[in-house]
Structure formats: C-alpha cells, structure tokens
C-alpha cells in the first residue's frame, strides 16, 4: 500500500502491510517504512 511516512515526510509504498479493523468495525491497514520503519496508516480495504 501507499502511505505517507510522517517521519520522511514523503509518500512510500510500506512494508510488513497487514489488514486490521478498527475499533469502529471498518478496515485498515497498517505497515511499515522501508526506509525508516516508522509505522504507517491507512484507512480503508486493501485494494
Ligand atoms: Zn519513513
């Protein structure tokens, strides 16, 4: 998935992406940066 790293503040496709599901039942998706492993967010199915 692609997501923007806050902490390179550049877009990067993420690592380690795994599909999780919110507190309020809808899915998103969470990885990692490839360069600075930071944990990345998504809202939303993978697609
Ligand atoms: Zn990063």
Redesign the pocket.
Known sequence: MEAY?L??KEK?EAIDVETVTMKNGKPAQQGK?P??G?KMFKIGAAK
Do not use: N, S
């Open positions: 790293c902490k390179c990067r940066c360069v600075c930071t």
